[in-house]
């Protein structure tokens, strides 16, 4: 009985091993889907950009991201796992002074957390299996670009005191930040 017992813990080990590199060979199906799921909670959490915020100027270059030149599948892999835990760290401070959703918010916050998670849990099962990528000096320029883009935002919010007008102007900036997400998971499929 307790063979019987082991071999089916094993079999259920194996399976879900096996299923567990699938969805990480299949990372951009899962990436476009929660892109455009962020992208609805995104639209959902204020509706209409305000009128009264449309005098606001911003200095932000969304292009940026697009200039990333990683010619790797998983270097393109930890830049996005970079953009969405840069984006969950400033979905995460000070939403105080904001009139949104509550519950979309929650649910935007949720889904980067949860996906995440999964980049890093597929990202660390290629590196315990010693899978080494060209290009790191690509990626640390790439990540630098992408610490100073983010900071660029971060500045603003800070600078403007983190005022509703201000988070409006960043929930537009963030979804133009996920339409330059998905040009970046269309590489994931090459």
């Given amino acids: 009985m307790i063979s ?11 399976f879900s091993s096996e299923i567990s590199c699938l969805d990480c ?29 449309l005098n606001e100027k911003t200095v932000f270059k969304p292009r940026d991201i697009l200039k990333i030149r990683l010619s790797q599948q998983e270097n393109a892999k930890k830049a996005i796992l970079q953009i969405l835990q ?16 509550e519950t979309s918010i929650k649910e935007f916050q949720n889904g980067l957390h949860q996906h995440i998670e999964k980049l890093e849990t597929c990202l660390s099962a290629e ?27 971060n500045d603003f919010l800070k600078e403007k005191q983190y005022s509703q ?26």
């Fill in 4 to 14: 019987r017992s082991l071999l089916q813990f094993c079999l259920m080990l194996l």
């Fill in 25 to 53: 060979n299949r990372i951009h199906v899962l990436q476009t889907r929660m892109n455009r799921e962020s992208l609805e909670h995104l639209e959902k959490m204020g509706g209409n950009f305000p009128f009264q915020c």
């Fill in 86 to 101: 840069e984006l969950f760290h400033i979905f995460n401070n000070n939403l105080t002074q904001t009139a949104w959703n």
């Fill in 127 to 153: 590196v315990e299996k010693e899978i080494s990528y060209p290009g790191n000096e690509n990626l640390l320029l790439t990540s630098l670009r992408l610490k100073r883009y983010f900071q660029t935002i």
């Fill in 165 to 190: 007008c201000a988070w409006e102007i960043i929930r537009a900036e963030i979804s133009r930040c996920f339409l330059m997400l998905n040009i970046l998971t269309k590489r994931l499929q090459n």
